[in-house]
């Protein structure tokens, strides 16, 4: 298919054009207090665009969030406060549908305890995953803890895993800070290992790498994400990540929009 030169200068310039005005509505948007936030997105691979996951989420904070004191998209994670929430996500290529709640609750001493429940089916094969947590927040930026995972399937093969976690949110001078992870969990009779270290450049901007090993098997990663304010109650948000793999083609891409009020 022959491309039209002049047509290819008109659609930059209007691409050009959106992204310089949603740039100036991220610097206008005032940082206000939410309780509510919503979510719609849309997960995919880059090789198979258009056989990606639909997701849709909710979350209710029982006391207001804080927005100008931290990176936009850790919020969340770093105002301690107890919530409650559910989530719904479809994936067509493999006929799956998967729902669920969830709630922590965080006591006056920081201890927290977190309940779960996931019903998912796939093609004519249904299972629930029941879910616990319980942790403790070392400080306004580190938090431990311990979980235990049930899955109960309808055709037996039931399976539970277990395992520990920490993340420690890294204040820095020059820019906002880094978000470093580790966990590990034990299911199948196999240990997993995931490690992440995400710096944020800006409140909306981070780069990053994470590590992922099962059994024998790890891969490295590298990702970026940006968090565009578009008005003082909504975000879109947008996500690439690669493996760093010679074997490995196309990368992983997310976008979704939210809403906080």
Known sequence: MKINRDNNMKLNKATLAV???FLSLNVVAENKEYQHEASVGYLAYSEDVGDGILGANYRYYFSPVNQDSSPYALNGFLSQTSNVGTNYSYFNELNMDSSGVDGTYVFDSKLFVSLDYQYTSIGNVDFNTYGVEVGY???????????????DHAYGND????????RRYLELSSSPGIDLSARWEHVN?????????DWYVSDSWS?????????????????????????????????????????????????AVTGRF
């Open 189 to 197: 009779s196999n240990n997993r290992y995931t490690l992440g270290a």
């Open 159 to 166: 399976k539970d895993s277990y395992g520990l976690q920490i």
């Open 19 to 21: 992204t310089l005005a």
């Open 137 to 151: 927040y070392v400080d306004r930026s580190i938090s431990v803890s311990a979980f235990f995972d049930y899955d």
């Open 207 to 255: 780069v990053g790498t994470g590590y992922d090993r099962v059994g024998s098997d790890g891969d490295f990663d590298i990702r970026t994400a940006y968090w565009l304010r578009m008005s003082d109650s909504f975000s879109a948000n947008f996500a690439i990540s690669k493996i760093v793999d010679p074997d490995v083609d196309g990368f992983n891409l997310g976008f």
